[in-house]
């Protein structure tokens, strides 16, 4: 590589002090970087045509500006701007991910699930930014307080697929009284399918007879949810 593809490609380390993200951080907290500069951190360096924090404003602005949109990006989508190659591509997804858990597990504080917009609270950051849907559901004790969460099924675009027996085999092993489903669809449109009904009717009619509540279903989309309970179907 020539001396002018090294001053090209210059790492955050050898940019001006003023311009480092990293001290800048260090100084005055991290509160004051932008979404870029976050970025910039973690991918440490950008293209010979743009440096880290023009890369990842362009990223960024390609997401609408939205970290949401942005955590939707697989890592072949980040592999398509130039300068993000696999390693980096995988750093921004496994700090989405962090991010992501960290929401989830704050929410765990709050026991228990007193409405659906608590527990929508609770379960949209492991369903809300998914390409593909996957069905989930919330273990509860008699005062439904939150037990554990299991993932059940994972499907395609457009439908995905839960095993009754499996439902029951971990609602059992976890001594749960209630259980509460959820499940995405990554279209945002947050209208039940005939199928979804029918299998909320399949798991209500087996609950029965285990003893274990179905208490809600929901459906998350975009930012928003539909709740079976608050619809009365449920």
Not at 131 to 139: A, C, K, N, Q, T
Not at 211 to 222: E, N, T
């Given at each position: 590589?020539?001396q002018?593809?090294?001053i090209?490609?210059?790492?955050?380390k050898?940019?001006?002090e003023?311009?480092?993200?990293r001290e800048?951080l260090?100084?005055?907290?991290?509160?004051?970087?932008?979404?870029?500069?976050l970025?910039?951190?973690?991918?440490?360096?950008?293209?010979r045509?743009?440096?880290a924090?023009e890369?990842c404003?362009?990223?960024?602005?390609?997401s609408?500006n939205?970290?949401n949109?942005?955590?939707?990006?697989?890592?072949n989508?980040?592999?398509?701007f130039?300068?993000?190659?696999e390693?980096k591509a995988?750093?921004i997804?496994?700090?989405?991910?962090?991010?992501?858990r960290?929401?989830?597990?704050?929410?765990i504080?709050?026991?228990?699930?007193?409405?659906?917009t608590h527990l929508?609270e609770?379960?949209?950051?492991?369903?809300?930014?998914?390409?593909?849907?996957?069905?989930?559901?919330?273990?509860?004790?008699?005062?439904?307080?939150?037990?554990?969460?299991q993932l059940?099924?994972?499907g395609?675009?457009?439908?995905?697929t839960?095993d009754i027996?499996?439902?029951?085999k971990?609602s059992?092993?976890?001594?749960?009284?209630?259980i509460?489903l959820a499940h995405?669809?990554?279209?945002?449109?947050l209208?039940?399918?005939?199928?979804?009904?029918n299998?909320?009717?399949?798991?209500?009619e087996?609950?029965?007879?285990?003893d274990?509540?179905?208490?809600?279903h929901?459906?998350?989309?975009?930012g928003?949810?539909?709740?079976?309970?608050?619809e009365?179907?449920?």
């Amino acid at each position: 590589m020539s001396q002018e593809d090294n001053i090209d490609k210059l790492s955050i380390k050898n940019w001006s002090e003023k311009d480092q993200p990293r001290e800048k951080l260090m100084k005055l907290g991290r509160q004051v970087l932008s979404d870029a500069e976050l970025l910039a951190i973690l991918i440490g360096s950008g293209s010979r045509s743009e440096s880290a924090i023009e890369l990842c404003k362009r990223i960024l602005h390609q997401s609408d500006n939205n970290i949401n949109q942005l955590a939707k990006l697989s890592v072949n989508d980040l592999m398509k701007f130039k300068g993000i190659g696999e390693a980096k591509a995988i750093s921004i997804i496994a700090a989405l991910e962090i991010g992501r858990r960290r929401k989830s597990e704050a929410v765990i504080v709050k026991t228990s699930i007193t409405s659906s917009t608590h527990l929508y609270e609770y379960i949209k950051p492991v369903l809300e930014d998914l390409p593909h849907e996957e069905f989930w559901i919330v273990l509860l004790s008699r005062a439904n307080k939150i037990i554990d969460k299991q993932l059940i099924g994972r499907g395609g675009i457009s439908e995905t697929t839960a095993d009754i027996k499996l439902i029951f085999k971990k609602s059992i092993e976890s001594l749960a009284s209630g259980i509460i489903l959820a499940h995405n669809h990554p279209s945002g449109n947050l209208k039940p399918s005939q199928s979804d009904i029918n299998l909320t009717n399949k798991i209500i009619e087996a609950s029965k007879l285990m003893d274990i509540k179905v208490l809600d279903h929901l459906i998350i989309g975009d930012g928003n949810y539909y709740s079976f309970a608050d619809e009365g179907i449920i």
